[in-house]
């Protein structure tokens, strides 16, 4: 009867999981006329954000932030168009 009572060995732990490492980060710039809701806030154009690599991706291709690869296309004064001029373009 004390044979019974005695436990059985206990089965090795397994090893621990080590943690995942945190993402790689990127700095980004939202694009003009668009918003960026990161962690239940809102970024609107020109806010620059840290992301992970997987969301500066997802988001460039989408068009939300601004490519550092195109150049910035600056808008300027050019040539008006009316009805009254025939068609004449008249640089202002």
């Known amino acids: 009867m004390a044979a ?5 060995p206990a089965a090795p732990m ?3 999981i080590p943690p995942e490492p945190p ?3 990127m700095t980004a710039t939202v694009a003009r006329g668009r918003t960026v809701v ?3 806030r809102s970024h ?12 500066h991706a997802h988001l460039l291709a989408a068009g939300f932030l601004v490519d550092p690869r195109v ?4 808008p300027g ?3 008006m168009f009316t ?3 025939n068609g004449i373009v008249r640089p202002q």
Do not use: F
């Not at 019974?4 to 059985?8: G, H, Q, R």
């Not at 609107?44 to 969301?55: H, K, N």
């Open 44 to 55: 609107g154009p020109g806010t620059v954000l840290e992301l992970s690599v997987d969301d």
């Open 14 to 16: 397994p090893p621990p």
């Open 23 to 25: 993402p790689e980060m």
């Open 77 to 79: 004064i050019g040539p």
């Open 71 to 74: 150049p910035l296309l600056v």
């Open 38 to 40: 990161l962690a239940g």
């Open 4 to 8: 019974a009572a005695k436990a059985a």
């Open 83 to 85: 009805g009254a001029t």
